[in-house]
Every structure is written in C-alpha cells, then in structure tokens.
C-alpha cells in the first residue's frame, strides 16, 4: 500500500459510469484521504461532493475531470492549493494549463488516476 496521499477530485460526480465517480471509490478503497469538488452535491465512498472551491491545504494531488474550457476558472485556485502535482485525466488535456503550472513548479502528469492506481503507480 502507498502512503496515503491527499488528493482532491475536481469534476466529481454521483454517476457510477463516469470516471471521476471510480476515481473516488478507488482512492478511498486504497487508502488515500479524498476531498471532491463537482457541479452537483452529493456523496461517493463517503467523500462529500463540494459545489464551490473548498479551502484546501497540503494537497499531494489534484486529479482533474473537467474539459479545458471549465478548468480556467480553476487556474489560481489550483495554483494556490500548491499540490506536489496535478493530473489531467483522459480529455482533460490542456497545454495554455501546462505552462501556468511549470511557472509555478508544479508538476503535472497527463495520465489516468484510474490506471495510476491499478498500477499501483500513484
């Protein structure tokens, strides 16, 4: 088992078939303690659904599942939570985010939070 690292959701949702919803189950399931941001409230795995950016401090990973065009009113936001890293998920690419997050030496990874985990490569 890997340390736990804390990770915030960004994108989740209370929808079993999507992959932010499995992201949730699965990090919860490994250990990790989870905090999630989506567009509706609710909970998954007992991890409460935020509507609005929530505070956060000591951020190991910020997992994104939202399109390029709604991750820009995260931009600071996430710049400020400060993570070790951030990953963009499947179509969530976003290369104008890239370069906001390498001026400020935070890493990021195009990968799946899903196969990371399987892996055990989180």
Same mark, same amino acid.
């Given at each position: 088992? %890997?340390?736990?690292k804390?990770?915030?959701?960004?994108?989740? %949702? %209370?929808? &079993?078939?999507?992959?932010?919803?499995?992201?949730?189950?699965?990090?919860?399931?490994?250990g990790?303690?989870?905090?999630a941001?989506?567009?509706n *409230?609710? !909970?998954?795995?007992?991890?409460? /659904?935020?509507?609005?950016a /929530? &505070?956060?401090?000591?951020? @190991? %990973?910020? =997992?994104?599942?939202?399109?390029?065009?709604?991750?820009? @009113?995260?931009?600071?936001?996430?710049?400020?939570? =400060?993570?070790?890293?951030?990953?963009?998920? &499947?179509?969530? !690419?976003? &290369? !104008?985010?890239?370069?906001? #997050?390498?001026l400020?030496n935070?890493?990021? !990874? *195009?990968?799946?939070?899903?196969?990371? #985990?399987t #892996?055990n490569?989180?």
């Amino acid at each position: 088992m %890997t340390k736990n690292k804390k990770t915030l959701i960004i994108g989740a %949702t %209370t929808k &079993p078939e999507r992959a932010a919803f499995k992201a949730v189950n699965m990090l919860v399931a490994k250990g990790h303690s989870v905090l999630a941001v989506g567009q509706n *409230a609710g !909970e998954v795995a007992g991890v409460k /659904i935020n509507t609005k950016a /929530i &505070p956060v401090k000591n951020i @190991d %990973t910020i =997992s994104l599942y939202i399109n390029p065009s709604r991750q820009k @009113d995260y931009y600071n936001y996430i710049v400020e939570a =400060s993570p070790k890293r951030v990953l963009f998920n &499947p179509g969530t !690419e976003n &290369p !104008e985010f890239y370069q906001l #997050l390498e001026l400020n030496n935070i890493k990021f !990874e *195009a990968a799946c939070t899903l196969v990371l #985990l399987t #892996l055990n490569k989180y």
